[in-house]
Each structure stands twice: as C-alpha cells, then as structure tokens.
C-alpha cells in the first residue's frame, strides 16, 4: 500500500499570511489530486497534477507536483478565512479507480 | 443538479444489527467508491465499483458488502455492524471521460455503532 504524508497536521494562521502544506510518499504516483474538506461536507477536489515538476494556479492557490512524482506541495498565498479546511492529498496509482489519501492538513485562517 | 446522494446522514444503531446506507449519483458515472474517513487516518477505500455488476475490494473491505445492480446506486451493506466500523462514510462518483480519476463525493454518513 503506497503511503501518503501530509504535513503540518494542523496550521493556524492570520488572514493575508501564506501557508505551504505538503503531501510525501516513497512511492511514484501516476496522478495527484488536491481536494478541499468543509466540516459536514464531502471533499471538493481542487486540481489534479499528472506530470513531473507540474505546478499548477488556481487563483491564489499554487499545486506542484514533484519531478519525481513522489511529492506535492499546495501554497496558498494571502491565505482568506474561506481558506479554512481541511486539505487532502489523493495519489493515483496504476489501477484506475483506486487513489490513495493522505491523513490531510487542517488549515485554519482566523480575521 | 449533478450530485452524489448518500442516505441516512447520520445512523446510531447497535452491535450486530444488519444496515445499509444508500448511495445514488445523477451524473451517469461509471466509476462509484466507498471510503471510511477516521481522526488521523484520512480516507480508506472500502469497495468501489468500475461498472454495473463490477465490483472490487479497496483497502478496508473487512465487514462491509456492495452491490452494483444499477448505474445510478451504489448501496454500502454492513451485515453485522460492530464499534470498530463507527465511523465517517462518504460515497464518491466518476467517468472515464474524465482521467485520472476525479472524484464526486456525497455529504457524508455518520455511523455510530454502539
């Protein structure tokens, strides 16, 4: 089973800081995917990143996947209180279908 | 609306009592999974299914059953629930069209066996 790590768990920030989460594995992945958890809600997925050394914007929201495709980091920049949540990771592997989740990071942006 | 609907929301039931939460998508999506989502722990693939009829163990089958009679559902049976399978439960749906993998996913079931 391939191994997901993200860290920090938890981040707690001020509005307008920037934050850098990470997600780690040993293991090469075919696909990686950034999803977005609100409290009571499903995971809204963010982007998904396929080639080594990709990075990818959505708005203030910068993905890279690593040259390696073993490593993924999510930077946000002048983090928002509507940033607040809870971050997954998702590798895919070679079977279609099944991804691989990492534990997520909790990010939490108080005014 | 393109949704994926999941069915109790929330369920307290006891040890051994026989349930099953529902799961229906609206996208016409081949591709429908079912994870368990615990405190530290993230998301754990318990089945998911390619197509109708085609099923496949994810990484925490153990106590759990599917059935994938039908495109659109994706019902989770727990034939015997015990403590240990309290937990978050959410259903998820994708198309082939759209590769790899992009996920729907529901609202969530809160299970709490006692």
């Known amino acids: 089973t391939q191994l997901l790590e993200q860290s920090p768990q938890f981040l707690s920030i001020q509005e307008g800081e920037n934050l850098t989460v990470y997600c780690n594995s040993s293991?090469?992945?075919?696909?990686l995917q950034w999803y977005r958890q609100e409290p009571g809600e499903g995971p809204v997925l963010l982007v998904t990143v396929v080639t080594g050394g990709e990075v990818k914007k959505l708005k203030r929201l910068t993905f890279q996947f690593g040259d390696a495709r073993k490593d993924s980091s999510l930077h946000i920049t002048a983090a928002q209180p509507g940033d607040t949540g809870l971050y997954l990771c998702a590798g895919g592997g070679d079977s279609w279908g099944k991804l691989q989740f990492g534990a997520g990071t909790q990010v939490v942006v108080t005014p | 609306e393109a949704q994926v609907t999941q069915n109790p929301r929330y369920l307290i039931t006891v040890t051994g009592k026989k349930l099953t939460v529902t799961c229906s998508q609206n996208?016409?999506?081949?591709?429908m999974s079912w994870y368990r989502q615990d405190p530290g722990l993230g998301l754990r693939q318990i089945y998911y299914s390619m197509n109708v009829e085609v099923t496949d163990k994810g990484d925490v089958p153990e106590g759990y059953k599917v059935s994938r009679k039908e495109k659109r559902n994706f019902p989770l049976i727990l034939e015997s629930p015990s403590p240990n399978q309290t937990s978050l439960y959410f259903c998820?749906?994708?198309?082939?069209?759209?590769?790899?993998?992009?996920?729907?996913f529901g609202p969530g079931t809160r299970l709490t066996v006692t």
């Open positions: 998820a749906s994708s198309s082939y069209d759209r590769a790899p993998v992009e996920q729907y």
């Open positions: 996208m016409n999506h081949e591709y």
């Open positions: 293991s090469v992945f075919s696909s």
